[in-house]
């Protein structure tokens, strides 16, 4: 049975503007829907995650997914929600932005299907490269009115903004641009739903207008929206001190991802959880009722970062980070340890103490206390370093040491790494050059 798409949106909270008529047309037949992303980046960040779940759930209901990604558009900059216009990208940077993103979606999306509701992607600069700024003028720009532009939240707010800058022709032409995309699919691929963050409403229902301008009486187009996202103390979501939290390993591992979704408060944790899961809504009611009777549990935090870390980077790389957490957190071993590579071993002592050593002092064997003391100054003495030795406080590379123990060139972690802690929260890295 094909589930209700736009009820399914409603109770995960995913849901803040829906035009009249999209719930009728969904039930109807299946139907095909795009999400637009401008390729600002090689990858993707979390904040596109709540687009992507859209069009999962839109394709898990028997719809036609569609992904437009902005290589006209990304050469322009949307000025919805910006005090200021953005740097404008070349070509070269455009066309790796959007072949990194192709790469992530494929994996998110089901784009092979042999099923009529297989997801597809295009991109903007395919059919907008071969206008003429004439013939866009002519064709395109006579249909909509300035007093509709610059009636939109978008432009409004860039107007009237305190930094003077205003707003330049290049970007109060995106929302034309993107509303002549949308005309362009409904045309081409019977595309009649647009969907997007609450602040792209001015942009997609300019799309819906230029549809029904430029077609005959027949034409219904449609749009939705879902809440920006916001995190409970009303700071930006997905932002970290770090920056961007994005789906890229290279720029940030799966244990950094995983951590950033375990480390949600409560409150952020219960929306979430609808959001970025495709977990139904009895398992969901279910986790978050034995989370209020037992918060310190964080089962709900927990269930979050695994389904998420799974849909986004695989089974195998969430019991990795899950392994690396449990060094820090839990009880682990040597071979827990030296089972990281170099990138999440950094990621997990991120901010611990470090000192290099020359490799020359493993080779010869580097005694432990010297190693706590002169080599690191990880203690303050010699003297606290055996007072910690006696009292059985002192591991390396989490195993216990004594007194005489020397460190030598197999303790090496990455053939690189040291690992020294006192008691259970006290580390410190040795880094051997």
């Known amino acids: 049975m094909v589930k209700n798409f736009v009820e399914e949106l409603r109770w995960r909270g995913m849901i803040h503007d829906v035009m009249p008529g999209t719930e009728e047309q969904l039930s109807k037949e299946s139907t095909s829907a795009y999400v637009g992303i401008d390729p600002t980046a090689d990858s ?29 558009t990304g050469m322009i900059g949307d000025p919805s929600m910006k005090s200021e216009e953005r740097n404008l990208l070349d070509e070269e940077t455009l066309q790796k932005n959007i072949n990194g993103i192709k790469a992530q979606l494929s994996g998110l999306l089901d784009f092979n299907s042999d099923q009529p509701n297989a997801a597809l992607l295009v991109n903007n600069y395919d059919w907008m490269k071969d206008f003429s700024f004439i013939g866009f003028a002519r064709d395109v720009g006579k249909r909509i009115t300035v007093n509709y ?67 005959d009486d027949s034409a219904k187009a449609f749009a939705l929206t879902c809440p920006l996202i916001t995190k409970a103390d009303g700071s930006k979501f997905g932002k970290t001190e770090g920056g961007n939290v994005w789906l890229d390993p290279e720029k940030t591992s799966p244990y950094k991802f995983y951590q950033f979704w375990l480390n949600t408060s409560d409150a952020d944790a219960e929306k979430y959880i609808k959001i970025f899961t495709f977990l139904d809504r009895e398992t969901i009611d279910e986790l978050v009722a034995q989370h209020r009777e037992a918060p310190h549990t964080r089962v709900l935090q927990n269930r979050l970062a695994e389904e998420i870390t799974i849909f986004i980077h695989g089974r195998k790389e969430l019991e990795k980070a899950i392994k690396a957490s449990q060094i820090l957190f839990g009880k682990s071993s040597s071979e827990d340890l030296k089972a990281l590579d170099e990138q999440t071993f950094l990621d997990v002592f991120d901010g611990v103490p470090q000192a290099e050593i020359p490799v020359s002092d493993l080779k010869e064997g580097l005694d432990i206390i010297d190693a706590l003391n002169e080599k690191s100054g990880f203690l303050k003495s010699n003297g606290e370093a055996r007072r910690a030795l006696k009292e059985n406080s002192i591991s390396v590379n989490k195993e216990k040491v004594s007194e005489g123990h020397t460190i030598t060139a197999e303790a090496l972690i990455n053939d690189k790494f040291v690992l020294l802690q006192r008691g259970k929260k006290n580390y410190f890295v040795l880094v051997a050059r």
């Open 44 to 72: 993707l960040h979390i904040g596109h995650l709540v687009g992507v779940m859209m069009l999962r759930h839109f394709q898990l209901a028997g719809h036609r997914p569609i992904v437009l990604v902005g290589g006209a």
């Open 149 to 215: 532009m610059m009636a939109k939240d978008s432009v409004k707010k860039r107007l009237s903004s305190d930094s003077g800058s205003g707003m330049s022709f290049t970007e109060f032409t995106y929302q034309l641009i993107q509303g002549y995309d949308f005309y362009h699919l409904y045309k081409t691929y019977n595309c009649q739903l647009q969907m997007g963050g609450s602040d792209q409403w001015g942009n997609i229902t300019t799309g819906t207008e230029l549809i029904r301008r430029m077609s």
